[in-house]
Structure formats: C-alpha cells, structure tokens
C-alpha cells in the first residue's frame, strides 16, 4: 500500500514563493517514480515535474526555471519549491506515484496508480 499527503498550499500574489510537500507512507516495497501534477478549474489535469526511480529530475516547460523538484528519502518526502509564481500556476496540485523500475519518465496521469488529496495554490495579480 502507498499513501500521499501533499501540503504547503496557500494564496500569493504574482511574484511569491511557496514550497509544497508529498509525505509518502509505502509498505509495499519496491522502485517508485513520483511526480506532481496541478488541475485547474474546467482544465485537464497537467504534470508539472516528476523524480524517478533513480533520482533523475525533470520539469515541463511552463515551470522550468521557476519550479524545483527534490526529495529528502530518510522522510519519504518530496518537495516542490515554486518561486515567482503567476496567476496561471493556480490550481489544485497533486503528488502521484507509480511502480518504476526502469526510471524513464512519464509525464502522464494514467500511468501513475497512487493519488494524495490536493492541496490548493491560488496566485493573485
């Protein structure tokens, strides 16, 4: 079984920073990606930077630069530090995992099987 909670949601303006956590209880042991995902309202759900099995990073395009992805595995824990943040970066923000022993990449929602709740990033201008 895994387990995710995601926290560090809040309102900023345009301009701000916030840092969000993914607290990850496994108890079936193996290699897991992880990513985070954001949904905004009326909008399909869009990943955002993901780890993979290994430890390599990657971002999508719109964060690039602005969003850092991290992990401190003694806490089961991952991280997305989000610096000048805008307007359009609100939205619900997920953390999702996938069983991965290859450590390529996925950048879609399908292939992750574990969820947390959300946690909401609202950005004003």
């Known amino acids: 079984q895994v387990y995710l909670v995601e926290s560090g949601g809040g309102s900023v303006q345009s301009g701000g920073s916030l840092r969000l956590s993914c607290v990850a209880s496994?108890?079936?042991?193996?290699?897991?990606?992880m990513g985070w995902f954001r949904q905004g309202p009326g909008e399909e759900r869009e990943w955002v930077a993901q780890?993979?099995?290994?430890?390599?990073?990657k971002a999508a395009d719109p964060v690039k630069g602005r969003f850092t992805v991290s992990q401190n595995k003694a806490k089961d824990t991952m991280y997305l530090q989000m610096n000048s943040l805008k307007p359009e970066d609100t939205a619900l923000y997920f953390c999702?995992?996938?069983?991965?022993?290859?450590?390529?990449?996925?950048?879609?929602?399908?292939?992750?099987?574990?969820w947390g709740q959300g946690t909401q990033v609202t950005v004003s201008s």
């Open positions: 999702a995992a996938r069983p991965d022993r290859t450590g390529l990449f996925s950048d879609l929602p399908s292939t992750y099987t574990v």
């Open positions: 496994i108890s079936t042991p193996g290699r897991y990606s």
């Open positions: 780890i993979n099995s290994f430890g390599g990073v």
